[in-house]
């Protein structure tokens, strides 16, 4: 079994409630994803911010676990890929990223990696915001 760290979770949230139309649990799968992931590239922090922007709920992964390689970006979201210092490391199918895509969009949203650097890594899950009743 894998075993994960604990690691300090900040979670940065609007003063108001924030609704997104979709499967509650669905949005848990992709967020504990992202944060396994994070844990899983030996983040000692991992920064949770969801805003409001337009139609959309934006809800952004933070980590400092060093990035994914430039040469390795266009492929992470491949069923079954695994980045090189992954692979050697920390068990896993290569699945977790390209499902939690797929749950982002078969809600009406997306999962992209927004940014990546030496240091660290953001994903950006946005989702529908309900319609105005
Ligand atoms: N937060 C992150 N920081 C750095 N690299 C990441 C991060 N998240 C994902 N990656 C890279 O993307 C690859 C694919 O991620 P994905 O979640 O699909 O697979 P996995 O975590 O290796 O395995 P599984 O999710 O099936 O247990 C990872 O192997 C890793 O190289
Ligand atoms: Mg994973």
Same mark, same amino acid.
């Given at each position: 079994m894998p075993s994960f760290a604990s690691i300090p979770l900040h979670a940065v949230l609007p003063d108001e409630d924030i609704e997104c139309e979709?499967?509650?649990?669905?949005?848990?799968?992709?967020?504990?994803?992202?944060?396994?992931?994070?844990? =899983?590239?030996?983040?000692?922090?991992?920064? +949770?911010?969801? *805003?409001?922007?337009?139609? %959309?709920?934006i809800i952004e992964v933070r980590d400092n676990g060093g990035?994914?390689?430039?040469?390795?970006?266009?492929?992470?979201f491949e069923r079954y890929y695994r980045g090189s210092s992954r692979r050697k490391k920390k068990q896993g199918l290569g699945l977790g990223l390209p499902l939690s895509r797929l749950l =982002?969009?078969?809600?009406?949203?997306?999962? +992209?990696?927004? *940014?990546?650097?030496?240091? %660290?890594?953001?994903?950006r899950l946005s989702l529908p915001k309900p319609p105005a009743p």
């Open positions: 979709g499967d509650q649990g669905q949005f848990k799968q992709i967020l504990t994803n992202l944060i396994m992931n994070s844990s =899983a590239a030996g983040a000692t922090e991992v920064a +949770v911010d969801a *805003a409001v922007a337009g139609v %959309d709920i990035g994914s390689r430039e040469s390795e970006v266009p492929f992470i =982002a969009r078969a809600n009406g949203g997306d999962l +992209v990696l927004h *940014a990546t650097s030496e240091a %660290d890594a953001v994903f």
